[in-house]
């Protein structure tokens, strides 16, 4: 089965360039030209959505917030398009829960090989579920995306699930940033080392009386304590 992308941007000769180039690699693509349509095209079968920044009616970051609150859309990858170039902006797209950002005037080439990399990791996550962790109060289910604590689920966007995911698996051991990066964005994808400590910020702050658990290693990276 092909995999299904959906477009969504506002400039139709962008979404014919991309569209044209997507159906030669053998995808599935369907488009939208507002945020508003993009979350009525978007469902559990979509596996990736590319959501332009700036749109009609509902921009990209509101959309994109949309659809990762919605348990039906909250695990398709999104890759945001934008005409701005500001680590504000990078930073804010990936907190709110996307996978990459790409600045126009878009280069094809790397688009596609994007494309491909997440993809690919997604298929790679789906088969490495794993059973539910539980460390005290604390329940991680890496087969539903979700964190609960003492029983009360609390909202995790995908990158903020993995990060947490990662750390834990990996308790008692001091991991550099780069170790986080590689293992949630992939080696080919580049965030900066603020975004782990935005990310790492919010886990903090949603696992409440438990936050301090995730101890900072000053210069080197984190360590998620028992």
């Known amino acids: 089965m092909p995999k299904k992308i959906l477009i969504a941007d506002d400039a139709k000769d962008i979404v014919e360039v991309l569209k044209y180039n997507l159906d030669k690699e053998g995808y599935e693509v369907s488009i939208s030209f507002d945020g508003i349509e993009a979350i009525r095209k978007a469902n559990k079968d979509i596996d990736l959505i590319i959501l332009d920044v700036m749109m009609p009616k509902l921009d990209g970051i509101e959309t994109c ?3 990762k609150q919605n348990p039906e859309t909250r695990d398709i990858p999104i890759i945001f398009l934008t005409a701005k170039n500001t680590e504000i902006d990078e930073v804010l797209g990936l907190e709110i829960g996307a996978d990459d950002y790409l600045i126009k005037p878009v280069s094809i080439r790397r688009l596609l090989a994007r494309v491909k990399t997440i993809l690919r990791r997604n ?21 539903n995306y979700t964190v609960k604590i003492k ?9 903020e699930f993995e990060t947490l995911l ?16 590689d293992s949630v964005w992939g080696s080919d994808v580049y965030v900066g080392a603020r975004t782990i400590d935005v990310h790492i910020r919010k886990i903090r702050e949603k696992l ?9 290693i000053k210069g080197v990276g984190y360590r998620f304590r028992e």
């Open 65 to 67: 917030k949309k659809l």
């Open 151 to 159: 029983s009360k689920e609390i909202s995790f966007p995908k990158k």
């Open 123 to 143: 298929e790679q996550t789906e088969i490495s579920k794993e059973e539910i962790l539980i460390l005290d109060d604390i329940e991680i289910d890496p087969k």
């Open 166 to 181: 990662f750390l834990v698996k990996n308790k008692e051991r001091i991991v550099s940033r780069e170790m986080i990066l």
């Open 208 to 216: 409440l009386e438990y936050g301090d658990r995730i101890e900072t």
